[in-house]
């Protein structure tokens, strides 16, 4: 990696202190828990501070408290696990009754402060200030509340985004280091594999990383050197099929409710032909646009009807089911890009906690002007992340095709699989479960957020080769 000059020490130094801010300094923000903290740190038998969960969404928690009775070993696997216990055993060190979250929030903050003073050295091959035009965009981009809040929570969407950064950064590094590092090959298949490993729904982005990966090993001289990094390739793809294989029932089955009965039926021209090809009976049109009320009747918690309900259909019906009706696919994605996709912060997890006497569940206004400004777009024209990604990909092609007979093809190429795997996420999040699509659509978000500042490095250096000046022509 390059020297740090005095401009890049102070892009650090800004980008530490937004992230110190928010995260640290009272009122100090995080994300509160929806519902899905237990299934981490049940194991530790943690509780909230104030022991009640009646508001667990409303207000964020950093005081966590060890409660036998609050054990509860989940089947949810995780690579934030490996940061949570990270975390406890630092607190640990300074009591044994008490954990505050920040500790985890301080960990996750150093790895994503860490991310960015690599990324830094990659703007040193733009020319002189051109290099700080990408440098202040990522700065803007990357420390708006949408990412920084989610330091201070048990999410596993935290360790996805911060090692697919990661893995993104490492990937740019081993390919224009000028020759390859086994080392930095080895981090990129690390940070990937924590990647895919961090959520089932991340599993997706496997094929993508391995083809990164296969993309560095040829680039080593000698076969066995070859075969021995695209081994390390194939374990991100094992990572990704093992994470995705060890989904919970629950988290098999309650996805699959909300996608059937509150996304492909609830609009239906003709809902028994379309429960007959998801492979279910007359029996289950009751529950079409059917959501449980608290203290109604809820059929994923009766173990007959869910066992039933599971042995019928699957996610291999239904991604079949949306293989023969394409444009009805479309349509629901078209619908959360205009709905779930314009609240780019959760609208129902609030960021301060009950002590500072805010409204339950408010949202920090402070850092927030790049995440509010893509909630705004896509209020106004959903349709704009569609054209972006198609000009994207389209670019990276004709790029990747440009180059193709020397090395700059690969960069090209990256960002063609990085709009990929936003597309894909996209297409999960949004066609695989009706519940908080909003949140689960962060991952998106953020590889969206890279393919921006893809194009800002690509428009600055384009700039700078057109004003570059031409060589006269040989005789």
């Known amino acids: 990696m390059s020297r740090y000059g005095v401009g890049e020490m102070l892009l650090i130094l800004v980008f530490t202190g937004c992230v110190v801010f928010q995260l640290f300094v009272p009122p100090s923000i995080g994300l509160a828990n929806n519902g899905d903290f237990a299934r981490m740190i049940g194991r530790f038998s943690l509780a909230p501070g104030s022991l009640d969960s009646s508001e667990e969404n409303k207000y964020f928690t950093s005081r966590w408290v060890y409660k036998q009775s609050y054990q509860w070993v989940s089947d949810n696997y995780s690579s934030e696990l490996i940061l949570i216990s990270a975390a406890l055993l630092i607190g ?8 505050d979250i920040r500790i985890l929030g301080a960990i996750h903050a150093l790895i994503w402060i860490g ?6 050295p990659l703007f040193a091959r733009l020319e002189r200030w051109r290099a700080f035009v990408p440098a202040l965009a990522a700065l803007f981009i990357f420390t708006d509340v949408s990412y920084v809040a989610y330091c201070n929570s048990f999410h596993t969407d935290t360790a996805g985004f911060l090692f697919l950064s990661w893995a993104v950064v490492l990937w740019l590094h081993f390919l224009l280091r000028g020759r390859p590092s086994v080392k930095l090959h080895l981090m990129f298949c690390v940070a990937s594999i924590l990647c895919v490993g961090s959520k089932p729904q991340h599993a997706v982005l496997g094929p993508f990383l391995f083809t990164l990966a296969v993309l560095a090993a040829v680039t080593f001289q000698g ?3 070859k075969i021995a990094a695209a081994v390390f390739g194939v374990l991100i793809l094992l990572a990704a099929f093992d994470s995705y294989i060890k989904i919970a029932p629950t ?9 059937i009965f509150n996304k492909i039926l609830k609009h239906s021209a003709n809902p028994l032909d379309d429960l007959s090809e998801l492979g279910l009976g007359p029996e289950y049109l ?18 007959a009807w869910s066992a039933n309900f599971l042995r019928q259909t699957s996610n291999g019906r239904i991604v079949r089911f949306y293989l023969r009706h394409p444009w009805r696919a479309l349509v629901i994605v078209y ?9 780019r912060r959760p609208p129902n997890i609030g960021n301060y906690e009950k002590q500072y006497g805010l409204a339950p569940g408010a949202l920090t206004t402070s850092f927030g002007w790049w995440s509010y400004l893509r909630s705004t777009l896509f209020r106004f024209a959903p349709w704009h992340i569609l054209v972006w990604y198609a000009v994207m990909i389209a670019m990276g092609v004709r790029l990747a095709i440009r180059h193709r007979n020397s090395t700059g093809w690969r960069v090209p190429l990256l960002c063609v699989l990085v709009a990929g795997m936003g597309l894909v996420e996209l297409a999960t999040s949004s066609l695989a479960d009706a519940g908080e699509t909003d949140r689960h659509l962060f991952l998106f978000h953020a590889i969206t957020d890279f393919t921006i500042l893809f194009a800002v490095v690509w428009a600055v250096k384009s ?9 006269e022509p040989r005789p």
Request: cysteine-free.
């Open 115 to 120: 991310w960015f003073a690599a990324l830094l």
């Open 92 to 99: 640990w060190e300074f009591s044994s009754a008490v954990f």
């Open 251 to 259: 988290d098999k089955l309650e996805p699959q409710y909300s996608t």
């Open 335 to 343: 619908g959360d890009l205009h709905g779930a996709a314009r609240d």
């Open 223 to 225: 076969r066995p050197r």
């Open 286 to 303: 009751r529950f079409v646009g059917y959501w449980p009320s608290p203290g109604a009747y809820d059929p994923t918690r009766d173990e």
């Open 463 to 471: 700039g700078n080769l057109r004003k570059a000046p031409v060589s």
